[in-house]
């Protein structure tokens, strides 16, 4: 059996942890019905377990390093500069397009990494990674104006951080009523706006994705968490409110899109755990000796280097302190909730002091240090796992990603910047929550098989709702399908490998990747 639509609904970070007590409490009981009836389990997600690499993952049905996305920024390897990631750096078609090309009539409303808006047979709104209603921000462009006059604050659906009280929970139960309040008017404008939008342009593949629980819990964690939840009734109280709107919005795409031979599914990208600790893992490599700060006529040199840039308008990243690159043979550009560790490479990098003959060794010397690492003053270990990049993923070489990635341990966040003596701090979060790399999925629909613990990844994802929608998958996806979830095994068909290739570029302007910028350090995303 072959399903004619599909509605996926995208509730970002949301982990069974969180929303199995939700439901239990009675606060979501249209996703507690599709639990009853569908099949679900949890759904690993990527390396690494954040929204740019997940989402594109499930958007094209491989791995990060196969499509390119690893992180908000693109780190050019080339330049030794930091730029905002897009669409036009990843590669292959999405589901979308997939479902556009076979005639399918698709809307695309608010999922992260569609920016800059593509073509697709119907309707495609960006997500909060796009800067704003004065740039491009939909597809059709003609499409704005009516979202505009469907959703005239739809500027305060790509980000809260403006209207947010309070950096901190700290400010109060008044303010983090008032918060809370922000994020269930924004789910109650996205759900109306989708709904509207595919009445006026109906869809037989509908995405909407909401951000808002990934907002909550790095705000908000420890009121989300049935662990400590009672602390504070008023704060409990609230949250289980958001989650009530939430369903109620889920619910209401579904009798909003109803029919017979529609597959449902509602997915997270990954999870959410409490936050804990922030690692200086550049420091780390400081006091391996893989990373050198500059010193005497090394600090001159750094000096020109980035005034010369800064006249060229070349947006070199900095990493707390100045280094000396000629004597560096490692270091982490970027950010992120995985720690992507480059050798200093001659040829590749800029300043490059590790030779190609030397890279493997020089790699494996990294790799050896970092497993065996121990902080000198708390003899603390902050790493699950350290690997090199080809092996564990079969990463592109041409797309210049890291060399080695580094998992933390639970609770553990890499930041980027170096500094002088300090390797860990405690978060300034205590509250807060950080990426986990379980989240969850839900199938939903009349071929659905009912089971509870059939776990996959979010690659299978792309693959099994092509199947599901009797498409042809391509063979260089890297998932599966999911028959096992399903009462009729899929019909699965292989078309030939073939590259979609983009023309990498920046999308952004100088504005644009500022406004954005900003909304992603206010998340915590960038340091």
Not at 10 to 19: E, H, S, V, Y
Not at 243 to 254: K, P, S, W
Request: a negative charge; proline letters at 6%.
């Amino acid at each position: 059996m072959s399903f004619k639509k599909l509605l996926i609904l995208g509730l970002d970070a949301l982990p069974w942890r969180i929303l199995q007590p939700v439901m239990d409490a009675g606060a979501a009981p249209r996703l507690k019905a599709l639990v009853d009836c569908g099949c679900s389990g949890n759904l690993r997600s990527t390396v690494p377990h954040q929204t740019p690499a997940a989402w594109t993952t499930f958007m094209t049905g491989v791995q990060p390093g196969t499509h390119g996305i690893v992180n908000w920024q693109h780190y050019d390897a080339k330049k030794n500069v930091l730029t905002l990631n897009n669409v036009e750096r990843y590669a292959g078609k999405t589901i979308y397009e997939r479902f556009s090309d076979a005639g399918y009539k698709v809307g695309v409303v608010m999922q992260p990494v569609t920016y800059p808006p593509f073509k697709v047979n119907g309707f495609l709104l960006a997500g909060f990674d796009s800067p704003g209603i004065n740039e491009p921000f939909a597809y059709p462009r003609e499409l704005e104006k009516e979202i505009l006059e469907i959703c005239p604050n739809h500027g305060e659906n790509l980000g809260l951080e403006e209207q947010w009280e309070g950096a901190s929970q700290d400010a109060g139960d008044i303010a983090f009523v008032k918060n809370i309040e922000l994020l269930r008017e924004r789910v109650k404008r996205v759900a109306h706006l989708a709904i509207e939008l595919n009445r006026r342009h109906p869809t037989d593949v509908l995405m909407v994705y909401f951000q808002d629980p990934d907002l909550l819990m790095h705000r908000a964690w420890r009121w989300c968490d049935p662990e400590t939840w009672s602390e504070n009734e008023t704060r409990r109280n609230s949250v289980l409110d958001f989650f009530r709107t939430l369903d109620a919005a889920c619910g209401d795409l579904i009798d909003a899109t109803i029919a017979d031979e529609r597959l449902t599914l509602v997915l997270s990208d990954h999870g959410q755990r409490p936050d804990a600790l922030r690692v200086r893992l550049n420091s780390i490599l400081i006091e391996l000796g893989f990373l050198v700060p500059a010193s005497g006529f090394g600090l001159l040199k750094d000096s020109v280097r980035r005034i010369t840039n800064k006249l060229q308008n070349a947006d070199e990243h900095g990493l707390g302190i100045p280094i000396d690159w000629e004597k560096t043979r490692a270091f982490m550009p970027f950010q992120s909730c995985t720690g992507f560790v480059y050798v200093n490479l001659q040829g590749r990098q800029p300043h490059g002091s590790v030779n190609e003959s030397d890279f493997t060794r020089v790699r494996d010397e990294i790799i050896a240090a970092l497993t065996s690492y121990r902080d000198p003053q708390t003899g603390a270990a902050y790493f699950d796992g350290v690997e090199p990049m080809d092996e564990a993923h079969g990463w592109r070489r041409e797309l210049l990603l890291p060399d080695i990635f580094v998992q933390p341990m639970p609770g553990v966040e890499f930041v980027r910047r170096a500094k002088r003596g300090e390797i860990s701090y405690p978060t300034k979060r205590p509250y807060a929550g950080l990426h986990d790399p379980e989240g969850l999925y839900i199938f939903d629909g009349a071929n659905v098989r009912s089971s509870r613990d059939t776990h996959a990844h979010i690659v299978d994802l792309a693959p099994t709702v092509l199947a599901a929608l009797g498409q042809p998958i391509p063979s260089y996806m890297e998932g599966r399908a999911l028959s096992e979830c399903f009462d009729s095994p899929l019909s699965v068909q292989s078309i030939p490998f073939a590259w979609e290739s983009k023309e990498a570029g920046n999308a952004y302007s100088e504005e644009g990747a500022a406004a954005v910028e900003k909304r992603l350090a206010d998340l915590g995303y960038l340091d």
